[in-house]
């Protein structure tokens, strides 16, 4: 949050505002650094979803993210793609197909925020990462998870099972 934003709060002045928005930046660009030091990033799904989680808990709105990842899933671009409301985000598949051949991508993770504070994937969460795994598996890029996040841990669709193997079809 903008130290202008924490001001506002009871108790934070000017002073401390800033001295907790540089802290707050701080720890972004700590966790941002544990995925970028050529570890990859898809056999590290904690540290994924702790700076996921940074970036996206207590937000307003939706914001709908990818991380692009190289053949060795070692991250490209992180990258927020969408905004939405308190309780959606409009998410296009052409768009996230565009970005990740963009950064010539051969894996990506999503995450998206729920502001409610409820990380459990909805339906229309769930069609769409479907929808997502299928336009990105047309130009060989591999889905590896989906992140929730809200109050307390991300949930992940890859942990869940949530995520079904490329080409599969789901059942029901």
């Known amino acids: 949050r903008p130290a202008g ?3 506002r709060l009871p108790g934070l002045g000017p002073a401390r505002s800033c001295t907790l928005a540089a802290g707050l930046e701080l720890a972004q660009r700590y966790l941002a650094a544990e995925l970028q030091q050529g570890e990859c990033v898809g056999e590290n799904p904690s540290a994924v979803g702790r700076y996921l989680q940074h970036r996206l808990r207590g937000q307003p709105r939706e914001i709908f993210m990818a991380l692009f990842l190289d053949n060795r899933h070692r991250l490209l671009a992180c990258e927020e793609l969408f905004q939405g409301t308190i309780n959606a985000a409009p998410v296009y598949p052409r768009e996230v197909v565009r970005r990740a051949l963009l950064h010539n991508a051969a894996a990506g993770i999503l995450s998206h925020n729920h502001p409610s504070g409820d990380p459990e994937p909805s339906a229309a969460d769930t069609r769409i990462t ?3 795994q299928q336009a990105l598996a047309m ?4 889905l590896l998870d989906h992140f929730v996040v809200g109050e307390g841990r991300p949930v992940s669709f890859a942990e869940r099972g949530l995520l079904p193997k490329p080409g599969a079809r789901p059942h029901g």
């Open 139 to 142: 130009v060989d890029v591999r």
């Open 130 to 132: 479907r929808e997502l």
């Open 5 to 7: 934003e924490l001001a």
